[in-house]
């Protein structure tokens, strides 16, 4: 027998809101209530988004319906939330909507131009964007930005001291290489590491950000879990060369954020020195490390190609002056990283559509 709305709402009127003392069909918080055969779709409204009773009533509705009406209901996934009203977080990373980390598995792919070029790109469409450099022990953005020898100002703000990013290419950027000897080494501890990443991140004045790029260092370790816990990833990119090498080992890079205790999204693959083009001859093609290796990847794990960046000689070396060839957006590779920039828009997109929230992870040692 098919459901119906009224069945629905009659089991619903059993289900109270543990503070009002009163039945959400009579607080008007069952909205948008949709039966489809056996599958039922409806809205539960609250007045704010930090509501502690939003959990516990969701279950309690998908509880009471299983109870009440068993296999011929599919309810579980189907009750959204919506809040009339946005509780104002003033913490650093409160105005900072989507957070994006740029990974590969080994050293010497390009990831940290990928990231550079990515949040250039980015900006280029209109977006406010931000850049941290989270490679503490290689950081190399002072220098793709030309911006080596800025040193951010620090303010104090209610009793706190906050840092200010360096901006160019309109984007915001911190680097722990601001505050380091470029030509030193970095021999630091893990807990010295982690705790700069964590200062960067959350004693910065970020403001309304769009859109952070993360430039994660290579492989996987301290710096990669403790970005995972102390800010919401909204998913991974993942960078490689055509290499079976580098793939293997962007292989290795992907597990980690799809750890049962990370559970990242991996948004798409970039991949990095597709071929070689000759500015002269731009419509050539030399595929100095085999072909295609990153895309194939992507097709058999069902991720998506985000972009196929080529090597070309003139613009790579303006980049090693600090000017990013996604700055001139109609050199050969500004339309490429103008193509990555609005892929992974969409990305971000189809994955704030089609996932929760995401929080950041809770890694708890036994």
Same mark, same amino acid.
């Given at each position: ?72 209901? &599919? ?31 080994? *050293? ?21 964007? =931000? ?27 209610? *009793?706190? &001291? ?22 030193? =080494? ?13 200062q960067l991140l959350l004693q910065a004045k970020w403001g309304e950000i769009d859109y952070m790029v993360v430039d994660l260092p290579p492989g996987t370790g301290d710096i990669h879990l403790t970005i995972v816990q102390t800010v919401p990833l909204n998913g991974g990119i993942m960078v490689s060369t055509p290499q079976e090498v580098a793939i293997?080992?962007?292989?290795? =890079? ?35 490390? *085999? ?10 794990? *069902? ?25 001139? =957006? ?15 828009? &969409? ?6 559509? &089609? ?12």
């Open positions: 027998m098919a459901l119906t709305t009224k069945q629905i709402f009659t089991v619903l009127r059993t289900v109270k809101h543990p503070k009002e003392n009163k039945d959400i069909i009579s607080l008007g918080m069952v909205q948008e209530l949709e039966v489809e055969g056996k599958k039922v779709n409806f809205t539960l409204v609250f007045p704010i988004d930090t509501d502690p009773n939003i959990e516990t009533i969701r279950k309690a509705c998908v509880q009471a319906l299983e109870k009440e009406l068993g296999d011929e209901i &599919e309810i579980r996934g189907n009750i959204n939330i919506k809040a009339l009203q946005k509780e104002e977080d003033n913490s650093a990373m409160g105005k900072v909507k989507n957070i994006v980390a740029v990974a590969s598995g080994k *050293g010497g792919v390009g990831k940290s131009t990928v990231a550079v070029n990515l949040a250039v790109a980015l900006a280029n469409t209109g977006a406010k964007v =931000a850049l941290l450099d989270a490679d503490i022990y290689g950081p190399s953005i002072p220098k793709m930005l030309d911006i080596e020898n800025e040193r951010p100002q620090v303010i104090k703000e209610n *009793g706190q &001291e906050m840092i200010i990013p360096v901006e160019k290419y309109g984007i915001k950027t911190l680097s722990i290489g601001f505050f380091v000897n470029p030509d030193d =080494a970095l021999i630091w501890r893990g807990a010295m590491a982690t705790s700069a990443i964590k293997a080992d962007v292989k290795k =890079a992907m597990s980690m954020f799809h750890q049962k205790t990370i559970n990242v999204p991996v948004l798409g693959v970039v991949e990095n020195m597709a071929w070689f083009t000759p500015e002269e001859l731009p419509d050539n093609k030399y595929y100095l490390f *085999g072909k295609d290796g990153a895309k194939r990847f992507a097709n058999e794990n *069902g991720l998506t190609l985000l972009g196929q960046i080529p090597i070309v000689q003139g613009v790579m070396e303006s980049g090693e002056k600090g000017i990013p060839a996604a700055a001139d =957006a109609d050199s050969i590779l500004g339309k490429q990283f103008s193509e990555l920039a609005n892929n992974v828009v &969409e990305a971000v997109k189809i994955r704030n559509d &089609e996932l929760p929230p995401t929080e950041p992870v809770q890694i708890t040692r036994k």
